[in-house]
């Protein structure tokens, strides 16, 4: 059971991890010129994907 609900709520730390690779990017790599607008897109989509999770962790929670 704690498994099913772990597995529908997403992996936050993941997410998390990947969001700050995303922003760590343009430094990371400066000579690429797209790395700012990847880079930035990535973490745009994986903070939001994170919030979401933490969001559907908190309704299971109080339900």
Do not use: C, H
Request: no cysteine; aromatic share 10%; hydrophobic share 50%.
């Amino acid at each position: 059971m704690e498994q099913d609900q772990q597995k529908n709520n997403g992996n936050l730390p993941a997410l998390l991890v990947v969001g700050t690779v995303g922003v760590l990017l343009p430094i990371m790599l400066p000579s690429w010129e797209w790395a700012g607008i990847v880079g930035w897109g990535t973490a745009l989509i994986a903070y939001i994907a994170a919030f979401a999770v933490a969001l559907r962790r908190f309704s299971n929670e109080r339900s």
